[in-house]
């Protein structure tokens, strides 16, 4: 769709300028004659919800680090001077903190408009694949962005994080020394992800210019997912028709974001990020920003450690491969029956992974016990447990269970056999199987035994109706 | 020019390879300074050892120590919490080792049967495990559910391993140098 350029330079110092540096025709055939598919829908305005979630994020990053200090001595004091002191402080800090959850949020309606309109297909696999690095770098910076503030969440984050390196078997400790530049999370951790925080935005600028580029030499997808063929027909100028409409989902779109900013500006963050780091001691319950909730949940439903990162990172790295699991030659779920039902079922996998992340893995969801009898003291409680396993020819460790209660002010301790218990773990697995299959098999066998519906013959047809599209042919 | 087909390498092409092997070479060492300068720095490294005065550690007490940024359980252990930790089949721990395997001898060459120093981290992801707690009252690590003994050695949980004992030496019965 990228054609011949329409520009037409209007006066004598344009002109000169076209001649010397074309950066008004590349906007002019970019951003104003550039042609879209008219049957675009509202799914279709986050590309430019999220250049603006950009240039918020850099441009309130920017100021924050002009009052901000990045040693572990001073870093939680500098927040809160930013939060008390700063003239507007509070404002910029809040905006760039929920800032980072509306990115995500943006970036996930953009991803699954992707995954439904089949955006990712040929000929579109490089956009998708500069997309999903987008996606990765975004998540880097947040993580380094979340450790800044130095709390507890800060710094127990920044130590599991950075210990998933750890499980790497032979290089895995010194490759742990090496990114925290000591024998924990220091110091010097802190100066280098203020570095990279602040230098990453820019890369994912950098990416994005790449995004856009290849975007605009294969064209948009559209909700059809067909492809253009008379652009006179099928399309509609960039400007007004795309500006306005992308305007006006922005619109929308900060409507949501001012009323996390103003109305409940730590609605997404952790209370615990509001007590300074204390490297002696861990908060009772660690988890993650929620955009990062479902890989969370995959990592622990792992049992094993090395085995968990690797899947945790490969449940991302399955996205930079989906153009060729993909079989299917229809890209629009609007015409694909099943792949339509499945891509609904595997967002909801998707959303319960994130409740997953978010709860302890123990918490048994169902399950029965049998009480074997309440005690005084843990010895007790766990000699009885003891005896009962040896008896039963059962595990002590695995098949029993010492709970604490309190029982009119007085401590005791509940023994009991566990006949059957389903937990938060066991829920993340079944949906971790299923989140890969959805991905691995659901993706190339749905293609080869689908009948997709049939489809219009052009964009046009799609938008008016066949009569209509022929009546103005 | 017209043995510019013939397929045997020419002295240019030698040069080229040459030049461009070496520039490789030059450009990884020049890399390897931005890289190393990540690694812990001479500062961080001076502060690899401590001594820690353990003369005020009551029985069934045991104190935080910091080292490397890290900190150190050291703990009195009382007469049932060493019972508990020996009377264990070893080949049924997922990390098998003996409760004295654990420990160190004084300069007497005694074994400090009551002293336990372990680094209080957790070897799954790095937290802290809280003391005292956990259903054998060793540790239990609140982040994923690990539950360690009163020798430190894991029993439950997805830990691989059992609390790493740092190097450390008894300078006397009231003193210890760790490092």
């Known amino acids: 769709m990228s054609g011949e350029s329409t520009y037409t330079p209007g006066n004598g110092l344009t002109r000169w300028l076209d001649d010397r540096l074309p950066v008004l025709r590349l906007v002019n055939d970019s951003f104003v004659d550039y042609p879209t598919p008219k049957n675009l829908n509202y799914w279709w305005t986050f590309g430019g919800i999220l250049s603006m979630c950009l240039g918020i994020q850099i441009i309130t990053g920017i100021i924050l680090a002009m009052h901000y200090t990045p040693n572990v001595d001073l870093a939680f004091a500098s927040v809160e001077h930013i939060m008390r002191d700063v003239n507007y402080g509070w404002l910029l800090r809040y905006i760039h903190a929920n800032g980072a959850s509306m990115f995500f949020i943006a970036v996930y309606i953009h991803m699954f408009r992707g995954l439904y309109y089949g955006s990712y297909k040929a000929p579109r696999e490089v956009l998708w694949i500069l997309g999903v690095l987008i996606y990765l770098l975004m998540m880097a910076t947040a993580f380094f962005g979340y450790v800044l503030p130095w709390g507890q969440m800060s710094f127990w984050g920044a130590t599991v994080i950075t210990n998933l390196f750890g499980a790497i078997p032979i290089v895995g400790d010194p490759i742990r020394e090496w990114l925290w530049?000591?024998?924990?999370?220091?110091?010097?951790?802190?100066?280098?992800?203020?570095?990279?925080?602040?230098?990453?935005?820019?890369?994912?600028?950098?990416?994005?210019?790449?995004?856009?580029?290849?975007?605009h030499v294969t064209g948009q997808n559209n909700p059809s997912g067909i492809e253009v063929k008379d652009p006179a027909k099928d399309t509609v100028k960039f400007t007004p028709y795309a500006t306005v409409k992308d305007a006006f989902g922005m619109s929308v779109f900060l409507i949501l974001f001012a009323y996390f900013v103003f109305y409940n500006p730590n609605g997404l963050g952790e209370a615990a990020n509001y007590v300074e780091a204390n490297p002696l001691q861990t908060p009772a319950h660690i988890v993650p920003e929620w955009y990062l909730l479902p890989f969370y949940a995959i990592l622990r439903a792992v049992p094993d450690k090395l085995g968990g990162v690797l899947l945790m990172f490969a449940a991302i790295g399955v996205l930079f491969v989906?153009?060729?699991?993909?079989?299917?030659?229809?890209?629009?779920?609007?015409?694909?029956?099943?792949?339509?039902?499945?891509?609904?079922?595997?967002?909801?996998?998707?959303?319960?992974?994130?409740?997953?992340?978010a709860q302890l893995p123990s918490n048994v969801l169902f399950g029965s016990d049998t009480q074997i009898g309440i005690y005084d003291t843990r010895g007790e409680a766990l000699e009885a447990v003891t005896t009962a396993a040896k008896e039963q020819g059962l595990s002590p460790e695995d098949d029993f269970k010492v709970e604490e209660h309190v029982e009119d002010n007085k401590l005791e301790f509940v023994a009991s056999r566990v006949d059957f218990a389903f937990d938060v773990t066991d829920l993340s697995r079944i949906l971790t199987i299923y989140y890969f299959l959805h991905f691995l098999v659901l993706f190339p066998v749905l293609g080869l035994v689908e009948r997709p519906q049939s489809l219009p013959s052009s964009i046009s047809e799609s938008v008016l109706g066949k009569k209509a599209a022929t009546a103005e042919a | 020019m017209a043995d510019t087909h013939v397929e045997e390498p020419t002295r240019r092409d030698f040069l080229y390879v040459a030049t461009g092997s070496f520039a490789a070479v030059g450009a990884a060492f020049a890399v390897w300074p931005l890289i190393d300068q990540m690694n812990p720095d001479a500062s961080v490294l001076a502060l690899a050892s401590i001594e820690v005065d353990i003369s005020n550690v009551p029985v069934g007490q045991q104190i935080t120590a910091k080292w490397r940024g890290k900190p150190v359980f050291i703990r009195h252990r009382t007469e049932e919490e060493i019972k508990a930790a020996e009377n264990v089949d070893?080949?049924?721990?997922?990390?098998?080792?003996?409760?004295?395997?654990?420990?160190?001898?004084?300069?007497?060459?005694?074994?400090?049967?009551?002293?336990?120093?372990?680094?209080?981290?957790?070897?799954?992801?790095?937290?802290?495990?809280?003391?005292?707690?956990?259903?054998?009252?060793?540790?239990?690590?609140?982040?994923?559910?690990?539950?360690?003994?009163?020798?430190?050695?894991?029993?439950?949980?997805p830990a691989p391993l059992n609390l790493e004992v740092p190097p450390y030496e008894f300078l006397s019965d009231t003193k210890i140098k760790i490092g």
């Open chain 1, 181 to 215: 530049g000591g024998f924990s999370v220091g110091n010097p951790t802190l100066n280098r992800f203020f570095s990279l925080h602040y230098l990453f935005p820019f890369l994912i600028a950098g990416v994005t210019i790449l995004h856009v580029w290849a975007l």
């Open chain 2, 90 to 157: 070893v080949s049924s721990l997922p990390d098998p080792q003996t409760d004295a395997e654990r420990l160190k001898k004084d300069p007497e060459g005694t074994l400090e049967r009551p002293w336990l120093v372990v680094i209080g981290i957790c070897t799954h992801l790095g937290c802290v495990p809280l003391s005292y707690a956990g259903e054998y009252d060793g540790w239990f690590c609140p982040c994923h559910g690990s539950v360690y003994d009163t020798s430190g050695r894991i029993r439950k949980g």
């Open chain 1, 322 to 357: 989906l153009p060729w699991l993909d079989t299917s030659k229809v890209r629009s779920a609007r015409f694909r029956p099943l792949y339509r039902q499945f891509f609904w079922i595997h967002l909801v996998v998707c959303i319960i992974l994130g409740w997953c992340g």
